[in-house]
């Protein structure tokens, strides 16, 4: 199913504590660094992502309010969390100036443990038993952690999170007619029935729509080519859209999100380093999922507390 109606949804202008449309989006600032990016979010609300700089950067796992850090020196120089299952397992990566594509590895309790080389995992199932993503050099894959198997998709540039029905989002290349050129569009794919369907938000051709992040209802998160710039979006599985941006000629990205419709994502500032946020419903859940969202806004309630705190303590010492 292709979607191209983005004329009829306008973009929503980003900023900390706002309400817009369907969604509040608050800068996250649990994280002490000048550049941080959110990737994945579970229905625990428990979220994963990385900061430092161009030098170091290390990974991060917020879980019931705190923070915990993976870095070791001896793997790598820039480590990301990318996803997190809800049992807790996160998708990390470790690489170095050295080595670009590293290594890719599962980090459970503070343990970690080596997944493969040549990888570029982005997602796993809620369960943790799958994990999505692409390899160096082209083509996308699926492993399964408990057989230890990859299934490969040549057909895909990348596959970047599943659900718990097994179906995984991403994004492939396709023909612009006429043109000899290519363009990049979002998909689904369904592995268990084989069922395929492709999105297109962005206009100009060759431009690029890509699929980031699935919840089990099939809602999608992603971004799209806009004026040359990368827009996020939000789409519900009933094609409804709502597109983010942080500012004219902002790049925005949506990464992840769960299954009470809570984003994650982030966007560029002006100096050029990452500013994650988190995208909060404004709408009143159905009673299923409202534990979940819940769940979803404790940490930025504790935070926010830390950060009054942290103002007070500031202004005595004024």
């Given at each position: 199913?292709?979607?191209?109606?983005?004329a009829a949804?306008?973009?929503?202008?980003?900023?900390?504590?706002?309400?817009?449309?369907?969604?509040?989006?608050?800068?996250?600032?649990?994280?002490?660094?000048?550049?941080?990016?959110?990737y994945?979010i579970?229905?625990?609300g428990?979220?994963?992502?990385?900061?430092?700089?161009?030098?170091?950067?290390?990974?991060?796992?917020?879980?019931?309010?705190?923070?915990?850090?993976?870095?070791?020196a001896?793997?790598?120089?820039s480590?990301?969390?990318?996803?997190?299952?809800?049992?807790?397992?996160?998708?990390?990566t470790?690489?170095?100036?050295?080595?670009?594509?590293?290594?890719s590895?599962?980090?459970?309790?503070?343990?970690?443990?080596f997944?493969?080389?040549g990888?570029?995992?982005?997602?796993?199932?809620?369960?943790?038993?799958y994990?999505?993503?692409?390899r160096?050099?082209g083509?996308?894959?699926?492993?399964d952690?408990v057989?230890?198997?990859?299934?490969s998709?040549?057909?895909?540039?990348?596959?970047?999170?599943?659900?718990?029905?097994?179906v995984?989002?991403g994004?492939?290349r396709?023909?612009?007619p006429?043109?000899?050129?290519?363009?990049?569009?979002?998909?689904?794919?369904?592995?268990?029935?084989?069922e395929?369907r492709?999105?297109?938000?962005?206009?100009?051709?060759p431009?690029?729509?890509?699929?980031?992040?699935?919840?089990?209802?099939?809602?999608?998160?992603g971004?799209?080519?806009?004026?040359?710039?990368?827009?996020?979006?939000?789409?519900s599985?009933?094609?409804?859209?709502?597109?983010?941006?942080?500012?004219p000629?902002?790049?925005?990205?949506?990464?992840?999100?769960?299954?009470?419709?809570?984003?994650?994502?982030?966007?560029?500032?002006?100096?050029?380093?990452?500013?994650?946020?988190?995208?909060?419903?404004s709408?009143?859940?159905?009673?299923?999922?409202?534990?979940?969202?819940?769940?979803g806004?404790?940490?930025?309630?504790?935070?926010?507390?830390?950060?009054?705190t942290?103002?007070?303590?500031?202004?005595?010492?004024q």
């Open positions: 199913m292709l979607f191209t109606r983005l949804f306008p973009l929503l202008t980003l900023a900390a504590s706002s309400a817009f449309a369907a969604y509040q989006v608050t800068d996250f600032k649990g994280v002490a660094a000048d550049d941080v990016s959110l994945g579970n229905d625990r428990d979220m994963v992502g990385s900061a430092g700089d161009s030098s170091s950067r290390y990974a991060f796992v917020v879980l019931d309010g705190a923070v915990e850090t993976i870095f070791d001896s793997l790598g120089s480590f990301t969390a990318w996803a997190i299952s809800n049992t807790g397992v996160v998708v990390v470790a690489a170095s100036e050295s080595d670009p594509v590293g290594s590895y599962l980090w459970e309790k503070g343990k970690l443990t997944l493969g080389v990888l570029y995992p982005r997602g796993i199932s809620p369960d943790g038993r994990v999505t993503g692409g160096d050099g083509g996308a894959f699926v492993y952690t057989t230890s198997a990859y299934l998709f040549d057909g895909y540039s990348f596959l970047a999170d599943i659900n718990s029905s097994g995984v989002v994004n492939r396709a023909d612009v006429g043109s000899g050129h290519t363009k990049v569009v979002g998909t689904t794919l369904n592995l268990h029935t084989g395929a492709d999105y297109q938000l962005h206009v100009d051709d431009g690029q729509t890509a699929l980031r992040g699935i919840n089990d209802q099939g809602d999608v998160v971004r799209f080519t806009s004026g040359g710039q990368l827009v996020g979006f939000y789409m599985a009933a094609g409804d859209v709502e597109t983010f941006q942080a500012g000629g902002v790049d925005t990205f949506l990464s992840g999100l769960n299954n009470a419709g809570v984003i994650v994502g982030s966007y560029l500032t002006a100096d050029g380093n990452s500013q994650a946020f988190i995208a909060m419903p709408a009143v859940p159905e009673p299923g999922v409202a534990g979940m969202l819940v769940a806004l404790g940490f930025v309630g504790w935070w926010r507390r830390r950060q009054l942290s103002t007070c303590a500031a202004t005595r010492r």
